[in-house]
């Protein structure tokens, strides 16, 4: 996804202990993005898919929007593909989240 200028400006100044978090918005946002295009859909079909307002969607698109896992497994269900993928490393002893691609 070609990313805004303006978007990438705000990221440059997000406080270090949040741009974690704000990245991880950011990825999930790239995903959506990702998976409607792939699927010649737009933010206004997504929204009629969830039964929001096309002026939500947007703003949930903007990165900003701290996204629940409720909202996360609504739009996985909507566009009937994954987001999220929780993985575990049983050979080291870790696990983790991340982004589908």
Known sequence: ???????????????????????LSFMIVDRIHEILTARGL??????????KSEAEISKWMRGTH??????????????????LRIYSDTKNGTQGTRIIS
Do not use: C
């Open 1 to 23: 996804m070609k990313r805004s200028k303006i978007l990438e400006e705000r990221r440059e100044h997000v406080n270090p202990e949040v741009r974690g978090r704000v990245e």
């Open 42 to 51: 737009r933010q206004k079909d997504l929204a009629i898919m969830l039964g």
């Open 66 to 83: 701290n996204f629940t896992i409720d909202t996360i497994v609504s739009i996985e269900d909507a566009l009937q593909s994954p987001i």
